[in-house]
């Protein structure tokens, strides 16, 4: 079955810089791949997501990456704000089969 | 107004007590989920249903059974509950049968402590 892996599972950052979180994932076919954030007590929610046949996506101060030789992707956050401070999920999917990487907790020092 | 609904939002049970924790949805969506996350920490996906009477077992054994009976109803039961089960439980659903793109909706989740 697909296994995916997230780093860092951590993340500190100044507002205004970037943020990167990396996944990678070990099914070949995986075709999907979304990512999700989660704030402090509240339920998971899309932000962006990515199809295999695209190899980068943008929505304003976010954009996704996708390498699908080397099986990663990545979520680029731009000029991060304090309300970008949460847990971000990466995950992968075949055939509506998806599996959620481990999460990163973002945090974003004002 | 479409969304997916849990109840209870939390649950404070003594050790044994057998518990059914509540999910439905409202979306018409065929695919359900159960998720235990503690908070903020990794999603483990413990049940998953395609649609009526579907129901299989996920990556994680919680000793939990659940049933889909109706479309829009996706219980949870633990028979005996133990402290190990204390956690955040998130029932999630999609509409993807047969596509490429694809959105869970989660639920607001059960925070259940079990003493």
């Known amino acids: 079955g697909e296994n995916v892996e997230q780093h860092p599972s951590t993340l500190s950052v100044q507002e205004g810089d970037s943020a990167v979180i990396k996944c990678t994932y070990s099914?070949?076919?995986?075709?999907?791949f979304p990512w999700y954030k989660q704030e402090l007590g509240k339920r998971p929610q899309l932000i962006i997501d990515i199809r295999s046949n695209v190899g980068e996506k943008k929505d304003q101060r976010i954009a996704v990456t996708l390498n699908k030789t080397a099986k990663h992707f990545s979520l680029h956050i731009t000029e991060t704000q304090p309300e970008d401070s949460a847990v971000y999920f990466c995950?992968?999917?075949?055939?509506?089969?998806?599996?959620f990487g481990a999460g990163t907790r973002l945090t974003v020092k004002p | 107004e479409a969304d997916i609904y849990q109840t209870p939002r939390y649950l404070v049970i003594g050790t044994g007590k057998k518990i059914t924790l509540e999910c439905s949805q409202t979306?018409?969506?065929?695919?359900m989920y159960w998720y235990q996350q503690d908070p903020g920490m990794e999603l483990h996906l413990i049940h998953y249903s395609y649609g009526v009477n579907s129901t299989e077992k996920g990556d994680l054994s919680s000793e939990s059974t659940v049933s889909r009976i109706r479309t829009e109803h996706f219980p949870l039961t633990l028979e005996s509950a133990r402290p190990s089960h204390t956690s955040q439980y998130l029932c999630?659903?999609?509409?993807?049968?047969?596509?490429?793109?694809?959105?869970?909706?989660f639920g607001p989740g059960t925070r259940l402590t079990v003493t």
């Open positions: 979306m018409g969506h065929d695919k």
């Open positions: 999630a659903s999609d509409p993807c049968t047969g596509m490429v793109r694809c959105e869970q909706y």
């Open positions: 995950a992968a999917s075949y055939n509506n089969d998806m599996r």
């Open positions: 099914d070949s076919a995986s075709n999907y």
